[in-house]
């Protein structure tokens, strides 16, 4: 027997907020260690908490009846992530410096006057039903592909050091789990703004898995070699009965002998 189409929706749009809750809850270690160190140390930025933040709000507005209506999970998950996005941004604000304060502040005045410009100009569309539509899941579309995208800001770090602290693998797993429920949920309710940023989310969290198995890889090729060295050496200690360590050099060339 066929599922039917609000059925399919129902239970992806259940998924979907699971999977979004994980995603949002992802920044949490980060921002533990921040309370732990009641300090700006090891904390997550509040720019992107603030980015968080505007996403989940155009987000909202996308999936309100006189946007686009059947889209109740939308505008349920982004509730939740918008209460998320606040807790942590109240969170930064007690612990940062009154610089960090200010610039924070300013950035939550700028997405509130874009998203009053976003509502004004909806509204003022507001018996064009496809116009409308396109123009708000367009913003929430370029937004959240945005959004997604600074998920590899850390990964330029991790590449650079092989330091496996700037990996957040919740991130990246949420990221991946989150692009496919709403991918999928996009494709039942063929909504192409729905569809394109979480496949993107689906890229973004397959890339920055891939680049975590590269560099956790390639670190203990390094290690491995560092360790046969020194064992090594030791050996050469031990037989020479030599308190001095003896220096190897692996790449030392046989030289060539002429008859």
């Known amino acids: 027997m066929p599922i039917s189409k609000a059925v399919a929706r129902t239970v992806l749009g259940a998924i979907g907020n699971v999977a979004s809750c994980t ?8 921002v533990w ?9 090891g904390g997550v930025s509040g720019d992107l908490f603030v980015f968080k933040l505007f996403n989940c709000i155009l987000w909202m507005f996308y999936g309100l009846p ?7 999970w939308v505008f349920l998950t982004n509730s939740f992530g918008c ?19 200010g610039r924070i502040i300013c950035e939550l005045g700028t997405i509130l006057l874009l998203f009053g410009v976003l509502v004004v100009v909806v509204l003022l569309y507001k018996d064009y039903p496809r116009l409308k539509v396109m123009i708000a899941g367009t ?10 995208l600074t998920l590899l800001s850390q990964m330029g770090k991790l590449l650079k050091t092989k330091d496996t602290k700037y990996f957040l693998p919740y991130s990246s797993v949420g990221a991946f789990f989150k ?9 039942v309710n063929l909504d ?12 973004i969290g397959t890339i920055q898995l891939i680049l975590f198995i590269i560099v956790l890889y390639t670190r203990n090729i390094e290690v491995t070699k560092v360790d046969f060295v020194d064992d090594l050496n030791l050996k050469i200690v031990d037989q020479v009965g030599s308190t001095k360590p003896v220096q190897m050099n692996l790449d030392v ?7």
Not at 33 to 41: A, D, L, W
Not at 83 to 101: D, E, P, T, V
């Open 139 to 148: 913003v929430c579309a370029v937004i959240s592909s945005l959004m997604h």
């Open 192 to 203: 192409i703004y729905i569809m394109v940023p979480n496949g993107f989310g689906i890229i």
């Open 66 to 72: 006189m946007v686009h209506p059947h889209n109740f």
């Open 83 to 101: 209460l998320f996005a606040l807790s942590y941004i109240s969170l930064y604000l007690y612990y940062a410096s009154r610089k960090q304060r």
């Open 179 to 187: 692009g496919a429920v709403w991918t999928a949920y996009g494709l």
């Open 33 to 41: 260690q921040m309370i732990r160190n009641k300090s700006m140390q």
């Open 23 to 30: 995603f949002f809850l992802s920044s949490a270690p980060s």
């Open 253 to 259: 060339k046989t030289p060539c002998v002429n008859p």
